[in-house]
């Protein structure tokens, strides 16, 4: 998650015929606890392409505050590695990540976790005063992805 108040937080994809469910639902299978995000937001599904490639894909399933893919709202869309998914006021970032990046970005998200940060901004909230925010590095500002095996 790259904005939201669980900056930095991962969820991992990984296999063929998936259909994870994403929203505010204490049952959905990547919750995301935000007002702006509704109970069944959107649907991250996995497949093949019509060449054999694995896909993912994300389908909104009508949240109030949209569903969009690098800033265009969109129904339905593949994702491709580095895709910015917006969920209302939530940004994550799509990317694919070998086994060593992703136990890289797991010690970025602990890190990020302790550091006060703004959700709102997405940045790190200054000690000497509350109104300046500096941001975070590059690392700890793309922590969150989503990740699938090939």
């Known amino acids: 998650m790259i904005r939201g108040t669980a900056l930095g937080r991962a969820f991992t994809i990984t296999g063929e015929g998936l259909a994870l469910d994403v929203g505010r639902a204490p049952e959905a299978s990547i919750q995301l606890v935000e007002g702006t995000v509704s109970r069944e937001h959107a649907r991250i599904e996995t497949g093949r392409t019509k060449?054999?490639?694995?896909?993912?894909?994300?389908?909104?399933?009508?949240?109030?505050?949209?569903t969009y893919v690098n800033g265009h709202?969109?129904?339905?869309?593949?994702?491709e590695s580095g895709d910015k998914v917006q969920l209302g006021e939530v940004i994550l970032r799509f990317d694919l990540l070998d086994d060593l990046d992703i136990a890289y970005q797991e010690v970025v998200a602990d890190k990020v976790s302790q550091v006060d940060v703004d959700p709102r901004l997405g940045c790190a909230r200054s000690t000497t005063s509350s109104t300046s925010c500096r941001r975070a590095s590059t690392s700890g500002s793309t922590c969150a992805s989503a990740t699938r095996s090939l």
């Open 73 to 79: 709202a969109v129904r339905e869309a593949v994702l």
């Open 51 to 66: 060449r054999g490639g694995l896909e993912v894909r994300i389908r909104g399933l009508g949240g109030r505050n949209g």
